[in-house]
């Protein structure tokens, strides 16, 4: 094997000729050298870069600077993503292929091909080692062989020296073997003087056209960083001759089309308390004494089984023990010893425990008295100048574990309070899920959500609720993935897990709980399940990577997807219908869609996988509507790979996801006119216009609503969006800008929610296409000023929306007539500010009606009207 692998060395082959058709002016050369390399700046994060040179030897031309042409999307964000010594050549077929290194531990070997140097995909992490690292990659080809050998060098682990491996396809490769002799090693490696930096990189001969291609694709990644950076503290100066504008609108009934009427949803994902501490109404923090060192990666001491218990008193002891817990999913409990009566254990919620003074709160907790002896417990809620707001008394009397629960009347309001559980007599207690729940939550429901939160959710009228997630659904690792089964049944035998937003989930909020709001709000319920695949970003478990459920258990995990579509549709009797109907709901949840991976890499790792779920799935329950996943971006390699698979598979629709800046959006209205209708269907799962570090303000929430009038004229194509993040709580948060923050009594819609909103209760499913003439026609102004007119047939309305991004008012004329017979009044609804507006809200009223109805659209506003027809 070594002598095979030497011989393929030795057959290094060089850049091919140039056989690109040269399109050239005659001043220019037919051919130039291009130099492909990595810097080491911003600690290796930069990605490739290309230099061109005429002579290939004195002076290169960075084509940026520092402009990536390929980035790396190996391991967590921070210190990952790195790409070190990449090795670009043109394979046996002529396809450009880039090799590296991806940190100086892992025996990984990253490879991307591409045809023109500028499109790269897919992106692949073989793992070739564990016991080594692959740094100084080279390769060579063997015709006869008709195989690429990869040979790198090994600095850590037990895998030290010079190794190789050969592989057809880049996708399979046999076993690594170690190359003893280092001068059978082809160096296609050289250094050069780029932007006054020596760099080591592959030097090509090209033709000119291809260097002309690349400075091109660089030009215009700068021309379009500087079109979607256009911000509205420029308008002064943008806007600086506007002249007053007039629109006109023509309707066009004739050419109507009938569009989704499911466009608005909501994405819940626990991120930022959004679940626990958040919509899930439960009052104690750590009510399992689960919370473990890991949930934030040994960052925090604090943060462990005790974290927000603490005892008051002297003469006791309170400790964690694991003997005989409850159930082995939620091994740990806490043990009270008192000597002297008046010690206590005391939980201080998150950010306090909030009461109403009426209102009644289900004390509940599992207990056990080993030495059987006293056993009565004072519980008590305390608020913050230590009064009682509520008290009550349990007997724990029993040496086995057994549920206590009892209702404490708030007797004074707190936002602050603390519970306290004082035993009344000496001795050992053991607790475990202690917990306080208001009785007032949504709808009712025993461990329900919080009605305020809850409410604002469903004002909002979404069509449909994805959750868990986001990155929490495919999780931070193998052992992290968002497993369902572990969600559902008897709170004590869930299993609470680390949240991969570094916090920690009970699971008290579970699938039953969120297929149980879905019905309680009219939303359909649209889960999304792991690919077999863990997020790429993953710090945890796995090697560092997004790696893979092993093949061995591929089939019990796929089981367990079928089994979430029996436990929601299938018959009381069935297996998994019978756990729904015991949870209290024999009636099917009725579940249509089901999202399988969360913008994963497509890795050979997650299509081997994706495939065999989506398969499985098709064939059992052909009427599910699958949604597949395309990547983090609205382009590049994700993308263009998820949206090749899923056509392939025969997927009914994929999920987008974008988070871009308002410039973004205006620029990129006709993003869905062009797509293929044939293909799946969009959901839009997860965007937002970003202003970078700020919160969202008119300026972002015009942005949101601009999209969604390009998006409802497109409404054939998509079918489903949701604006994401969805829950912030003040002080936890991990991501910025969000839909709703909240603290623990008061809720606080952003000015983008109002834009979803909107959207959501005015909502239509045919589109009526409409003509808008400005009065200014330059591109300024005619991208900021949009119509979208819809017709509801549920209620037989029309619903005309403006969205006015200008900083002048637009005096419209707005022709009805060809919509028929109208009411003779109609009901508006206005959000409008300055750009930087945190806090406008909407403003309704109603207006009379005739053929033709003239208005002004103000400055910076969204505005929508609505009105009745009379047909
Ligand atoms: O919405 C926040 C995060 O953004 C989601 O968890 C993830 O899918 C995306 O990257």
Redesign the pocket.
Known sequence: MKNKLTLLLLLFFCSHGISAKVMKTMNEPDSAYLFAYATDKNTHHNGLHFAWSIDGWNTWYAIGPEHRFLGSDYGTWGPQKRMLDPVVFQDKDGLWRCLFSVNEKDGVVANASSADLINWRPQSYPILTTAGNCGAIEVGYSTPKDEYCISWVSKTGTQQGVYGTTTKDFHSFTPVIELRDELYRINQRVRLLVDGKYQTGTIHKVSWQTIDELIKAHKMADYKRILHSEKMADDPTRFASLKPVQASITINPEQSKSISDMLIGI?F?D?NYAADGGLYAELVQNRDFEYDPSDKKGSDPQWNSTKAWSLQGDAAAFTIDTINPIHANNPHYALLHVERVGAALVNEGFDGIPVKAGDKYIFSLFARNPQGKGGEVRVRVIDAQGKSCGEATVKCTSSTWKKQEVVITATRTATNATLELMPQSTGTLHFDMISLFPQKTFKGHRNGLRPDLAQTLADMKPRFIRFP??????GDGLDNMYRWKNTIGALEARKPQRN??NYHQTAGLGYFEYFQFCEDIGAEPLPVLPAGVP?Q?SSHGGHGQQCGIPMSEMQDYIQEVLDLIEWANGDAKSTWGKKRAEAGHPKPFNLKYIGIG??DLISDVFEERYAMICKAVQAKYPEMIIIGTVG?FYEGSDYEEGWRIATELGLQMVDE?Y?ESPGWYIHNQQYYDRYDRSKPKVYL??Y?AHLPGRPSNIETSLAEALHLANVERNGDVVSLTSY??LLAKEGNTQ?TPDLIYFNNTEVKPTVDYYVQMLYGQNAGDTYIPSRMSLSDQSSAVTKRMVTSVVRDSRTGDYIVKMVNLLPVAVKTKLDLKPLGALAAEATYTVLSGRPNDKLAKPVTGTVSISDTLEGEVPAYSFCVLRVKSLR
């Not at 997630?469 to 495919?474: I, L, T």
């Open positions: 994405f994902e991120i997630g986001g990155c929490v659904a495919h991969i937003w997020c970003n969360n913008e983090p996801h988070y799962g997860e937002a994401a993040p991501w």
